[in-house]
């Protein structure tokens, strides 16, 4: 049976001395009257890759959907299609709100959300659309945005996992209403925690900005809110942070589009198993190198796992089905619209994440790749 010398850890980041030596200066000089110059920097870097007006950088992901909602007036009453298959962060912040949140099956290929079953999803109730970009795969947001126009519907792209993906030539991010990003330590680009929302539309950025501070207008030194708000700010050591990251993410994304390369080739003529797809007029940047089983080899995603343990090599387990987890078991008009036989259902089962972190090398590829062989041999 082969065995890590080392264990091999499943995510994981790339620091250089840039991160550090930016960090070091926010800590000596990010006070006073630029308290906020290493968040501006990183937004305006951030915004300049993307390709759109407005950044603003936020303690996490889950904050610039929840901010995504607020500041597109979702609310009580309102109903949110989100995929059914996706991390529980795109789908929580429809329930913070107030709204309630209902799942869309995911397309075979992608595993993104189903414009079919978006369509098949809308009643007079709904009010926005969450599209997430999986594992760094792309939606089919031209069909997305004919549906959410048609329909007057928000539409917010949950690029969490897509940093660096392209569309029709447009960055991931860049394709919804609103784009928002996650700098967890697992995700492409990181800042410990954090994350990031996008905007080409002055109005809710205008909201975004007087929502993330308290119901403060932009500006405002008097304190006089003007609504009660919430508080969603990035500290300016995650900016100084994020900024070397950012100005390195060209390095970042080949070493991720690398690692996928040493995967695919090690995995050549493996019969069975299904990698990322790469959509003609696409650009993955492979946040996690994920493999689906052929559900004929007989293998759940939680044995294979336990068998990769084994071997002291860390994986994760595709995402389940939320309509399946205990989490939304209260919300049982979710899953009103769902297929019979949702595509999602099957996919999650025999779907987990492998090694995907920048410490990996072709060497620890070899080695996860060798024991994926064997346990799929039934070694
Ligand atoms: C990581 C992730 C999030 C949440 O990010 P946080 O920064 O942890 O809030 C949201 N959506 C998806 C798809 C993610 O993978």
Partial sequence: ????????????????????QYVTE?????????????NARFEKTF????????????????????????????????????????WIASVAPVIYVGATPVFADIKRDTWCIDPASVKAAITERTKAI??????????????????????????IEDAAESLGSEYAGRKAGALGDTGVFSFHGSKTVTTGEGGMLVTDDDRLH????????????PG?????????????????FQAAFGLAQI??????????REIFSWYRNALEGVNGITLNAEPPGTVN?????????????????????????????????????????????????????????PVGAEIAQYGINLPSGYHVDEEAVSIVCGALKEIIAGA
Avoid at 28 to 34: H, I, L, S, V
Avoid at 221 to 236: D, I
Avoid at 247 to 256: G, M, Q, T
Avoid at 309 to 331: C, E, H, M, V
């Fill in 1 to 20: 049976m082969i065995v890590a010398k080392e264990p091999i850890a499943v995510a994981g980041p790339w620091v250089t001395e840039r991160e550090i």
């Fill in 26 to 38: 926010a800590a000596r000089t990010a006070w006073f009257k630029d308290h906020y110059v290493f």
């Fill in 47 to 86: 915004a300049e890759y993307i390709g759109v007006k407005h950044a603003v950088s936020l303690p996490h992901c889950t904050a610039a959907i929840h901010l995504s909602l607020a500041a597109g007036g979702v609310g009580p009453g309102d109903e949110v299609i989100v995929p059914d298959v996706t």
């Fill in 130 to 155: 969450v599209g997430v970009d999986l594992y760094g795969s792309m939606a089919d947001w031209a069909e997305l945005r004919r549906i959410a126009d048609a329909h007057g519907l928000l539409l």
């Fill in 206 to 217: 205008t909201r975004v900005m007087t929502l993330r501070d308290h119901g403060r207008p």
């Fill in 220 to 236: 405002d030194k008097l304190f006089l809110n003007t609504e009660v708000g919430f508080k969603y700010k990035m500290s300016a």
């Fill in 247 to 256: 100005e390195r993410v060209e390095e970042l994304i080949a070493r991720k």
């Fill in 285 to 341: 940047s492979y946040w996690m190198v994920t493999v689906v089983l052929d559900p004929s080899l007989g293998l759940d995603k939680f044995a294979v796992m336990d068998a990769f343990a084994k071997r002291k090599i860390d994986t994760r387990p595709f995402f389940s089905p939320l309509s399946s987890l205990p989490a939304f078991a209260g919300y049982p008009q979710s899953s009103a619209h769902m297929p019979r036989h």
